[in-house]
């Protein structure tokens, strides 16, 4: 699954495998150092994706819900 994140600045694309349960985070403008650097954490809930995809904020989504709570890969 990938889902474009148009109107955020934090993120240009996410995208999840269901197999591996590996989350894919391609960053956008900011923070600037990391404009697109692509981030694949592990063991990542399809149900997170999901809150991920829905948030009106990718930034603190992925601040508070991803960065620091799985393992990159």
């Known amino acids: 699954m990938k889902t474009p994140t148009p109107g955020s ?3 240009t694309l996410l995208s999840y495998n269901k197999k591996t349960k590996v989350l894919t985070v391609t960053m956008g403008f900011h923070p600037p150092k990391n404009v697109g650097e692509t981030l694949r954490y592990a063991d990542v809930p ?5 809150e991920f995809e829905a948030s009106t904020s990718k930034g603190a989504f992925f601040n508070s819900r991803v960065r620091n709570t799985y393992n990159l890969v």
Not at 46 to 50: A, D, L, R
């Open 46 to 50: 399809e149900s997170v994706y999901h």
């Open 9 to 11: 600045t934090a993120t």
